[in-house]
């Protein structure tokens, strides 16, 4: 897939966003929608090569497209929470830490729920092997994300720093 390394570099640029200064949250916000829809293209790109439809493309792109908008819901969401500790971080307290880590554990919650759901849609109409395709995609990319994101996250990068 030569869509990835294009994927990775629009990760840290997520998060380059998220660590701003709090005067900028307005700015934020209207940044990560621009970056959203440039990786929601260049992610249907690569979800289309990886899928190799055929029949029932349009089911599938219908339900795909349901699915992605409520994901980059989901997306702001997890955004607002990394860029909360952010701006907390390293005088983050411990009421806070709790607060973030109820909030992220939420959003997570929500994006296996949004997942499945979108599976079942798509199982019925193109057939479990393209939903399991989907879902494994999905997670990939998920997975792909959620990496870049820990692994630049200040508590992290302080503890790796710290071991070299």
């Known amino acids: 897939m030569n869509y990835l390394p294009s994927l990775k570099t629009l990760t840290p640029l997520l998060i380059l966003i998220a660590f701003t200064n709090k005067a900028f949250t307005q700015s934020i916000q209207t940044e990560v929608e621009i970056i959203q829809e440039v990786f929601g293209l260049e992610k249907k790109l690569a979800v289309a090569n990886f899928m190799n439809l055929k029949e029932s493309a349009d089911e599938f792109w219908t339900i795909y497209d349901e699915y992605e908008t409520e994901r980059q819901k989901l997306g702001k969401k997890r955004i607002q929470v990394i860029s909360e500790y952010a ?7 411990e009421g806070k830490i709790e607060e973030l880590l109820n909030r992220t554990q939420a959003v997570k919650k929500s994006f296996d729920k949004l997942l499945k759901i979108h599976f079942k849609k798509m199982k ?3 057939g479990v092997k393209k939903a399991a ?6 997670t990939y990319f998920s997975s792909l994300v959620q990496a870049n994101i820990y692994s630049q996250s200040p508590f992290l990068v302080k503890l790796m720093v710290s071991f070299l």
Do not use: A, C, L
């Open 133 to 138: 395709q989907f879902w494994q995609i999905e």
């Open 124 to 126: 019925k109409e193109v």
């Open 87 to 93: 701006q907390s971080y390293p005088n983050i307290s």
